[in-house]
């Protein structure tokens, strides 16, 4: 898991090939129709949903101990960087934007090879090739957040109806953890209590424990990924807010620095965090990066090790386990149009540097054996590069 926190580049999608790769091809921990099926479960849910997936990996093999410290593992190295990165915004004022021109482009080129894997893997008839076509479509035309999970009952819906598959039963009864959901659901409440209590008395705590209400309630909305949680951060603390807690610019860089760093896209909330409170003083900055780590993760680990059981015990069913073929599909369409949109999202997209960035990026996971973090090195060199000599 510590290999797999330092070279997963490129979001969940590009995620869930690592994993492929890693847990079932290399080492054999999961097979490839578990992996699958975890994949289409955390679809289902709120949160970062390769977090969820490496949490289940090693709650299938070791229970809740090895999933806390797999998702331990998994989110440290990520957190860290953004908010060093963070530190680095506020206590360096050398500008290093330069240094970061082809990052986004080659992000896109991750996630294409990323959407191309994938369909490899789970578009295996007609049926689930129009439900990934009709996904992807929806979700180019369609800006919601309330988009993704109504696909995800769209594609099951369409599933059942195509395949008629009968599952291999398994009679075992897995435990329903219902621990795990009032634990939940009582921090939702204290949180939202006490940052109500702190905004009416205008208490000096005021803004530490605001913040951890802001990212617990996030974590346990946010339907979409990543790109939705930068969205609703950057309304709740840019536009949103009175006086700007952060300035646009400030917060677009960690934006784009999240896509180069590997681990989960979730850990933006480790930078926000600090710089919500930087003004404070660099302990209270370090503070604010813990806050935000624990608010935003903390929700989906006590939602997925809630419903995971119950998903267990569910799947066993006819129309649900018919139903996964299909979230599979939907998930692969929004890849293909992610892959779309975040590309016309790059300023001057359509310059030969932005698209030979992401035509290459391609080809070199496609045809070499070249390790993520020597690609991304590769053109974090190009953008210095460019800077110096262009």
């Given amino acids: 898991m510590l290999r797999h926190s330092l070279t997963a580049f490129g979001g969940p999608q590009m995620h869930f090939v690592r994993m492929h790769k890693l847990f079932v091809q290399q080492h054999k921990y999961i097979s490839e129709q578990e992996l699958l099926e975890i994949n289409a479960f955390v679809q289902l849910l709120p949160g970062a949903s390769s977090t969820q997936t490496v949490t289940l990996i090693g709650y299938k093999r070791g229970g809740v101990a090895l999933a806390v410290l797999t998702l331990a593992i998994w989110i440290i190295p990520a957190c860290v960087l953004m908010g060093g990165l963070g530190f680095l915004l506020e206590y360096n004022n050398k500008n290093l934007d330069f240094i970061f021109r082809f990052i986004q482009p080659m992000a896109v080129g991750f996630l294409a090879y990323s959407a191309f894997k994938s369909y490899s893997i789970s578009i295996k008839n007609p049926a689930t090739f129009f439900i990934m076509l009709g996904a992807a479509l929806v979700t180019y035309l369609v800006k919601s957040p309330w988009v993704f999970p109504s696909l995800i009952i769209a594609g099951s819906i369409v599933s059942n109806f195509s395949d008629k598959r009968i599952p291999n039963f398994d009679s075992k009864k897995y435990p329903v953890k219902w621990q795990n959901l009032w634990l939940f659901a009582f921090i939702f409440l204290v949180a939202g209590i006490a940052s109500e209590y702190v905004r009416i008395h205008n208490l000096p705590i005021r803004r530490p424990i605001s913040l951890f209400e802001n990212f617990y309630r996030f974590g346990s909305i946010v339907f979409g990924g990543g790109s939705v949680l930068i969205t609703m951060m950057f309304e709740q603390y840019v536009i949103r807010a009175k006086t700007p807690y952060m300035s646009a610019s400030d917060f677009l860089t960690g934006a784009g620095m999240v896509q180069a760093f590997p681990g989960p896209i979730f850990s933006i909330a480790s930078f926000v965090g600090g710089m919500v409170l930087k003004n404070w003083g660099p302990g209270f ?32 069913y006819v129309i649900i386990f018919r139903a996964m073929e299909g979230i599979n599909a939907v998930v692969v369409g929004i890849m293909f149009s992610a892959t779309i949109l975040l590309f016309l999202s790059i300023p001057s997209r359509f310059t030969s540097g932005n698209v030979i960035a992401v035509i290459l990026t391609f080809l070199m996971l496609q045809f070499t054996k070249i390790a993520s973090p020597f690609i991304v090195a590769f053109f974090l060199l190009a953008g210095w590069l460019y800077n110096q000599f262009l």
Wanted: cysteine-free.
């Fill in 285 to 316: 900055q370090l503070l604010g990066s813990l806050i935000g780590t624990i608010g935003i993760f903390l929700p989906s680990l006590l939602l997925v090790l809630f419903f995971y059981p119950i998903w267990n015990n569910l799947k066993k």
